[in-house]
């Protein structure tokens, strides 16, 4: 049975990259799953010319002609399977010379899949969950502050009241107790600042990306009004995420979902402790805790060696490379370190773009390779902005048995933080 | 029938059906979204496409054009081998294009609707004028540079990134023969035309090319006409096949390049 090929979800834009693609390969060489995973069907070019092909096919001068010719479903279970083998990263953007726009085109891509029944079935099953659960771990909403709980001040009163700043916790942060740490040192740090904020506890619906980059966003926009909603009843002026991928959808899709300004500054986290180390508001000490090396780093040792990974979401997709690295910097005692492959065309950890869902096995590989590049470094740990890089790189760490440590950027800074206790 | 009569009407075929192409291909465009319509209307997208450069300002728009679209800086960082050889055929390509236009016009409007006998414009007109001599065949020795680098990369270097396929190999096969099939047909009017070497030297491959025949008791001027035909042939099945290929990058590259790296700056992440 053959199928017939609708480009109404695609811009004209995107159809005219089609035709823009010169076939010069450079996407293949720098493609990151396609380094790990052998297959015709995965790097952007494959993606590219195979679309451009059903478009000639239905639409092209041989189909006004002789009429079209239809879309095989194994053509386009091989296209779909290739199309969800993609973190997302766009490093493929970074080096198109004719600079073709490529993370819109994989989404539409997705989406287009998605609505002809061929996205993965983990995938269509993930859209379900969030929309019935508002996260994506499939747990009760209200539990979002669980992590909260071994604060010292608790969860009490974080939630619900009126602030200049409200946190976006985000779906990992909230219910995988690994990342757990994150948003506790990130509270920490901001009460440290002295900066008033809360959160919006079992109000924080997912934002919406990972329906997004399953192409299965149709409901995002109802997450979004939900989300944009609850942030204005705060009163809040700025709201920061310590997740790229929330940020960069707060960012750049809620107000296109919308259809209109949010109303409110949106940050990421490394902005905001950016500004507050460099306006002397954080005073920070040699990182002291034993959580990199054994036994704690002391006076007259030397500096602690870590080594920065650019998420993808935070860099490539939303142009903040400098304040994360402002930040590590900052911290007496720490040597930056930069790996080979770094800012525009850093590597991706493999846990991006739904990939781990609809393929572990290239995701493991990819953030494995990402940690050989950190290791090569000398660094003792890297660091990263993103709770999903650090479950990934933390998790390839352990199955790989490496003695590197894989932090958050949160995490560091509050250890670096004068603080009691 | 006239040497010319036929060339102008290969031509003007060729140009018939390769507006026709570009119309498809836009047609095709134009079922896509503009700024969330869907099948807006080639004015609308337009409109659009104006809107984008107004925000991002002339100056950056131009650079972004200069530098992105047509220079292809990124291609210049990924080697510059590579952008040499791109270069090499598409510089050619456009100078050439613009030569045989500003040719054509001189020709036929200028002198032969118009009546224009201006020196300048005869220089134009006359093919062994040296300065149209030496720019015409220099300018097509750049893109047969161009080509054997593009064609000696993709078929016996062979990097990893590549994937060749027919319609690479097509291109290739049609532009080579449209840009090799020229040098003949110039030898070919060099000895059917007796003109002088002190002249004729200028179309230096041509003139080379011819130097073994000139002893040779040949047709000449049917000989010229035969290499004329299929080289004009050739061209304009090239020019056909544009919309049709995969150079039809050539035309569409320059402007998403444009557009995305204006929508990149106007647009910050």
Redesign the interface.
């Known amino acids: 049975m053959s199928v017939s090929l609708k ?2 979800g ?8 089609l ?8 996407c ?2 720098w493609c990151p799953a396609f380094a790990e995973r052998r297959e ?1 069907s995965i790097h952007p ?2 993606k590219i ?1 195979c679309l451009k092909g059903w ?1 000639e096919r239905q ?3 041989r189909a ?1 002609l002789f009429g079209r010719r239809g879309i095989e479903e194994a053509e386009v279970a091989r296209f779909s399977q290739g199309l969800y083998q993609c973190t997302l990263c766009t490093r493929c953007r970074e ?7 490529t993370r819109p085109l994989w989404l539409a891509m997705r989406q287009h899949m998605a609505g002809m029944g061929a996205a993965p079935p983990a995938l269509s099953a993930l859209g379900e969950r969030v929309m019935a659960r508002h996260n994506i771990a499939g747990e009760d909403n209200a539990g979002r502050l669980g992590w909260a709980a071994n604060l010292p001040q608790g969860a009490e009163g974080l939630a619900g009241r009126r602030a200049e700043m409200v946190y976006f916790v985000g779906c990992v942060a909230s219910f995988y107790p690994q990342a757990y740490s994150i948003p506790q040192s990130l509270a920490q740090t901001l009460e440290a600042a002295g900066v008033g904020f809360a959160v919006l506890g079992g109000e924080e619906w997912c934002c919406g990306f990972p329906l997004l980059a399953a192409g299965v966003g149709s409901e995002a926009a109802a997450l979004a009004r939900h989300n944009v909603e609850a942030v204005r009843a705060t009163g809040a002026s700025t709201l920061v995420t310590a997740c790229p991928s929330c940020y ?1 959808t707060w ?2 899709d809620y107000p296109r979902l919308l259809g209109e300004p949010l109303g409110f500054a949106v940050r990421h986290a490394t902005e905001v402790l950016a500004e507050l180390v460099e306006a002397g508001r954080l005073k920070l000490r040699p990182y002291t805790v034993g959580a990199v090396r054994e036994p704690p780093l002391r006076g007259g040792q030397p500096p602690l060696r870590l080594t920065y990974h650019d998420p993808c979401d935070l860099g490539r ?4 490379y400098e304040a994360p690295r402002r930040l590590l910097r900052a911290i007496p005692g720490v040597e930056l370190r930069e790996m080979e492959d770094n800012r525009e065309l850093a590597l991706c950890c493999g846990g991006g773009g739904d990939l781990e869902m609809a393929d572990a096995a290239l995701s493991a590989a990819m953030a494995r390779r990402r940690l050989a590049q950190a290791q090569a470094t000398g660094a003792e740990a890297i660091v990263s902005a993103c709770q999903q890089c650090k479950r990934t790189l933390s998790a390839a760490a352990r199955r790989e048995g490496l003695s590197m440590r894989v932090l958050d950027i949160t995490e560091v800074l509050w250890r670096s933080v004068a603080h009691d206790g | 029938m006239p040497r010319l009569a036929v060339f102008w009407l290969l031509h003007a075929a060729a140009a018939a059906v390769f507006v026709a192409g570009c119309g498809l291909r836009v047609s095709v465009w134009l079922q896509g979204s503009v700024e969330g319509r869907t099948a807006p209307g080639l004015p609308a997208a337009l409109r659009a496409a104006w809107r984008l450069v107004r925000r991002a300002g002339p100056r950056r728009a131009l650079s972004a054009l200069f530098v992105d679209g047509l220079l292809h800086r990124r291609l210049l960082a990924a080697g510059r081998g590579r952008w040499f050889a791109h270069a090499c055929l598409l510089g050619g390509f456009a100078a050439m294009f613009a030569l045989s236009l500003l040719t054509g016009f001189c020709t036929e409007v200028l002198v032969g609707l118009l009546g224009v006998h201006h020196p300048l414009v005869l220089a134009i007109v006359a093919k062994d004028t040296p300065a149209m001599a030496l720019a015409n065949e220099t300018l097509g020795l750049v893109m047969l540079a161009g080509m054997a680098l593009v064609a000696g990369r993709r078929y016996l270097v062979r990097p990893a990134q590549l994937r060749t396929a027919a319609p690479d190999t097509a291109l290739v096969l049609l532009l080579g023969a449209t840009l090799v099939s020229g040098y003949p047909v110039e030898a070919l009017r060099l000895i059917a035309e007796g003109v002088p070497a002190h002249v004729g030297w200028y179309s230096y491959i041509g003139y080379a090319l011819s130097l073994p025949l000139r002893g040779l008791a040949w047709p000449w001027p049917a000989l010229h006409d035969a290499a004329f035909f299929f080289h004009t042939t050739v061209a304009s099945a090239f020019f056909a096949y544009v919309p049709f290929s995969k150079f039809f990058h050539a035309l569409v590259s320059p402007l998403v390049a444009t557009a995305n790296r204006l929508r990149r700056e106007v647009e910050p992440a």
């Open positions: 480009l109404g695609y811009t004209a834009r995107q159809l005219m990259e035709d823009a693609c010169t076939r010069c390969g450079e293949v060489a015709e070019l494959a010319a478009v639409y092209g001068l006004r080096v198109c010379p004719v600079h073709i726009d960069h960012q750049r997709n939303s142009g903040i």
